[in-house]
């Protein structure tokens, strides 16, 4: 949409409800993923993995805002490389493989 937008192939309004919707989704997907396997299949109500969770959750709550700023960098700028990557892909095959790698380490950093 974002290349649309710049392209003057989408209006802006359209842009803004597609941004806004997905949002939406994003956030109410995660929200019962999240309800579904963490509390309806008790995944995480034994040891080690409530642990874990626990732990990784407060790490994540306690972290300061410079640290989380400085490490949002380097995920937004494999965002942006994936996204370039997969829009000058030719064929489907090709996106996956250019996708693959800035998301993979996205994921694992």
Not at 15 to 37: D, E
Request: glycine share 8%; hydrophobic share 55%; net charge positive.
């Amino acid at each position: 949409m974002t290349v649309g937008l710049v392209r003057r192939r989408v209006k802006f309004r359209r842009f803004l409800y597609v941004l806004l919707g997905s949002l939406m989704w994003n956030i109410l997907g995660c929200l019962f993923f999240g309800f579904l396997f963490g509390w309806v299949t008790d995944l995480f109500s034994v040891d080690p993995w409530l642990t874990w969770l626990r732990k990784t959750a407060e790490s994540k709550v306690n972290i300061q805002p410079h640290v989380a700023f400085f490490r949002a960098i380097p995920a937004n700028i494999m965002n942006c490389i994936g996204i370039h990557m997969g829009i000058t892909a030719r064929d489907m095959f090709g996106k996956l493989v250019a996708l693959h790698f800035p998301l993979t380490v996205y994921t694992v950093a």
